[in-house]
């Protein structure tokens, strides 16, 4: 029972390119969740979708952030224009549909590490 | 919106001893708290969560406690292990909200055998 999965684990862009991180969630679960950790930080709450629909976006960047989860395939949390300080841990949460007792827990994936040269 | 704070940041215990770590959260909604135990270069892994119609709970080493009215909530680690060693974060949520969770800032744990 495969649990959530990211790629790519590690990502170097410089200044200026995109980042693409993707998010597949455990099977079973329509709800993603990403979060931003810094450096000797906490996570900080970015995003929740459902599967072609954001949720709840209060944490995003209001520029050069987006995130979707579409009908197939995994989630995508893109960032353009990257800037040295995007550079961070991003992470990926799935939990079980609204109605199932354990709806309220949130399996966390390995992450990806964004540099920014 | 939601504050979480968490204390102490660093934590050191001899091995065999009992570490407790301890969260505040502002908002009386939340009503939904889970530990979570992040070791090196890995995502959060949830070791023990509680929920607001509860006032502790108990899963072999780990026990957390929640006092609704003050506020605050804290995980208990007895007869501690080296592989305890790591950093735990505490989470509060509000389940009608979209469950999005508001972390502490962590407590670096270290046992020392």
């Known amino acids: 029972n495969a649990g959530v999965m990211q790629n790519p684990r590690h990502l170097v862009r410089r200044r200026g390119q995109e980042a693409r991180l993707r998010c597949s969630p455990m099977?079973?679960?329509?709800?993603v969740y990403w979060y931003r950790q810094l450096p000797e930080e906490g996570l900080k709450f970015m995003v929740y979708l459902q599967k072609e629909n954001i949720i709840d976006e209060s944490g995003m960047p209001k520029e050069r952030f987006s995130a979707e989860f579409p009908k197939e395939g995994p989630s995508i949390l893109r960032i353009q224009q990257v800037v040295r300080g995007d550079s961070a841990a991003y992470f990926c949460?799935?939990?079980?549909?609204?109605?199932?007792?354990?709806?309220?827990?949130?399996?966390f994936g390995p992450g990806t590490r964004l540099t920014v040269l | 919106g939601e504050n979480v704070e968490q204390h102490p940041s660093t934590l050191s215990v001899q091995e065999g001893d009992s570490a407790v770590i301890k969260c505040t959260y502002s908002d009386s909604a939340s009503n939904y708290f889970p530990w979570y135990k992040q070791e090196l270069g890995k995502g959060p892994q949830l070791i023990i969560d509680i929920r607001s119609n509860v006032g502790e709970k108990k899963d072999q080493r780990i026990a957390v406690t929640l006092n609704k009215t003050a506020k605050h909530f804290s995980l208990h680690i007895t007869e501690t292990q080296p592989e305890d060693s790591a950093v735990y974060f505490c989470a509060a949520s509000i389940g009608a909200a979209g469950n999005k969770l508001t972390f502490g800032g962590g407590t670096r744990v270290l046992v020392k055998p």
């Open positions: 099977k079973g679960h329509s709800h």
């Open positions: 949460a799935s939990s079980p549909p609204r109605g199932t007792v354990l709806h309220n827990e949130q399996f």
